[in-house]
Structure formats: structure tokens, C-alpha cells
């Protein structure tokens, strides 16, 4: 019996975090069990020793590995296998932050090579949820240079130079790598990245964990990563409409549209050569292809195959998404 592709649901893979806390579980539905708290989902990872399992279908318990060893270009596209070979160039997550995460930068593609951690770290996010006054953290507030960062970061006064942005639900924020970040206490949010779990902390607000401890800082390995570039706008500004695509995100790493529908729409692939990915902010609806349906609620993430060139995805309730892929 020869194995056809269809679009893929994965096993949820849950991490605890110091910070972490529990709409995962009361507003995404997803069940972490025994966990104490949720800080990250991860939805669909081609990370060592965290490899996305397939959750249904005649595809069940294969790992996304096995799969690009498989099915090679027919799932990822032909350009994509000839680059990344069986690693999977994206990673995708939900992330709930109940308090502050630590100040943090992640390397770009070169500098990750020179020090031989794998990929750079570009990434984006999407609110999906942000309580009353959130906020986070993207940028500098004024021109800055490593020598002035360095300054400002031993004399305990990195706050001051940082960008506070005030958080609403849909807002999306852009961190190519080198974008010194945090997210903020009361965000509920997608995050859509390189396929890297590399991070330089360089400030955790003095936290301790439940023996006493600090956790390691990277200042030093942090400093050559920093894009210390200001910028007046952090923010993607966006203007949304129904029932068609708009651009959030394109970047050499990935393309990210928000598709928000109140009735059906067909979408065609073909100019693509890239696997699509699927996260649903809201709704319900059937991704009908050649072959099937599946059903998709919020908080679902699916892999679209990249020879599954045109869906339909058919609504009666409306439904809001994100879709990625690599063009």
C-alpha cells in the first residue's frame, strides 16, 4: 500500500516554564495533565530531541523527520528539501506568558554557524490574546551602540533603553534575529520562528527558581548578536479585511498572511513550491483537498503537504487563521 499525504495534525508537545501559567489549558483547551503551569506549546518542531509526531491518520506516530525522509519534496517543496534536507526549517508555538519573560536576543544564520548552534533565530508574533495593560518589549527607545548598551546594562539600567509597547489582541510584532525582546506579563500569542532554540539572556529581573537559583545569563555571547539599530516603529501595522489574504510577514525565512472568513475560500498553491502551515486564532472550518476533509478548531496547527496545491476551506461559523510558508 503505497502512503499518500493529507494535511497533518501533530502531537502537542507542552513546556513548563518559571514563567509560564494556564490558558494554554483554560482559553487554547489544550491539556498539559500534571504540568504545573504551560509556558509553550510547541505545535510543529523539527527540533532535536523535541520532533513533532503525527496525532492522526494512516500517517499516526511517524515523527516529521521520518516524514521529510519519506516523502522529501512532495512535502516540503523541491527548493526547501534541497536546502534543509530532512530538517524542517520552521518551528511553531504558542506562548503564555504569566509573568515577564527574561530580556533576551537570539543570534542571526551567520553568527549561529560561526558558533555552531545550528540556525539563526527570526521570528514573529501574533496576539491572540492580551489582558488589560500588557505589554512587551521590542527594540531600543533611542540610537544605540554596543559600547552604550554596555553602559546602560552595568550601571542596572537596561530598562531604561528598551521599547515598551502596549499590547492589544490581533496586534502582530516582527523580531528578525539580533532584536533584543521580551514578552510581556498577560500575553496569550502564536509564534512562528526559525527552526533554532538558541537565546541569549541577558536580563531575568533577578528571578530565582524554587531551590534559589538564578538562571544563567549570556551577556557576553549576547553582545555581537545585538542589532543595536533604532527604529521609530516596532510594530506591523496592518489593515484587515474579509474573506482574503493579508500580508503580515515576508521575509527570506518565512511569509505569514492572516486569512479571516466569515464564508468559504479556495486557495490555490501552485505558484508555491513550500509546505503551508496552518494556525487557527478562532473559529471552525474543513481544509477540503483532494482526497478529504479535516476538521480544524482554534488552537489547531496543520501542515499542508507542498503538493497539495488547492484546498477549500469551508466555514459556517467564520474562522480566523494564520498561514506561513516559505516562497
Known amino acids: 500500500m503505497q502512503l499518500k499525504l493529507y494535511p497533518l495534525k501533530f502531537k502537542t508537545i507542552f513546556k513548563d516554564k518559571i514563567w509560564g ?32 509526531e503525527v496525532a492522526e491518520g494512516h500517517l499516526e506516530g511517524m515523527n516529521l523527520r521520518e ?31 504569566n509573568d515577564d519573560l527574561s530580556i533576551q536576543v537570539h543570534p542571526n544564520d551567520e553568527l549561529a554557524k560561526a558558533r555552531r548552534s545550528g540556525h539563526g533565530k527570526t521570528e514573529m508574533w501574533y496576539i491572540f490574546q492580551a489582558d488589560h495593560g500588557a505589554q512587551l518589549i521590542t527594540g ?40 533584543v ?8 500569542l502564536a509564534e512562528i520562528q526559525q527552526t533554532s532554540d538558541t537565546t541569549y539572556r541577558i536580563y531575568d529581573f533577578d528571578r530565582v527558581d524554587d531551590k534559589g537559583n538564578k538562571r544563567e545569563l549570556h551577556v557576553e555571547e549576547s553582545l555581537d548578536a545585538i542589532d543595536y539599530t533604532y527604529h521609530e516603529h516596532y510594530k506591523t501595522m496592518y489593515q484587515n479585511k474579509l474573506n482574503e489574504p493579508v500580508k503580515l510577514v515576508k ?9 479571516e472568513c466569515t464564508k468559504d475560500i479556495e486557495r490555490d498553491y501552485h505558484y508555491l513550491d513550500s509546505f503551508i502551515i496552518y494556525v487557527c486564532m478562532s473559529g ?44
Open 21 to 52: 501559567g494556564q490558558k494554554i489549558k483554560t482559553v487554547l483547551g489544550k491539556d498539559f495533565g500534571s504540568l504545573p503551569n504551560c509556558g509553550e506549546t510547541w505545535e510543529i518542531s523539527g527540533v532535536e530531541g523535541n520532533i513533532s
Open 67 to 97: 516524514l521529510i525522509q519519506k516523502f522529501e519534496a512532495a512535502l516540503v517543496g523541491e527548493k526547501i528539501y534541497e536546502k534543509f534536507g530532512d530538517e524542517f526549517p520552521l518551528l511553531v508555538k504558542f506562548i503564555d506568558a
Open 140 to 179: 531600543f527607545n533611542r540610537k544605540m551602540s554596543k559600547e552604550k548598551f554596555l553602559d546602560y546594562f552595568e550601571r542596572g539600567r537596561i530598562m531604561d533603553v528598551l521599547n515598551h509597547e502596549k499590547v492589544f489582541n490581533d496586534d502582530v510584532f516582527y523580531l528578525p534575529a539580533g532584536r
Open 181 to 188: 525582546h521580551t514578552i510581556g506579563k498577560g500575553l496569550l
Open 251 to 259: 521575509s527570506p525565512y518565512f511569509t505569514t498572511n492572516k486569512l
Open 284 to 327: 471552525e472550518l474543513n481544509i477540503a483537498y483532494d482526497g478529504g476533509s479535516i476538521e480544524v478548531k482554534m488552537g489547531d496547527c496543520v501542515l499542508l503537504p507542498a503538493e497539495l496545491k488547492k484546498v477549500t476551506l469551508e466555514t459556517t461559523s467564520g474562522f480566523k487563521m494564520l498561514e506561513s510558508y516559505i516562497s
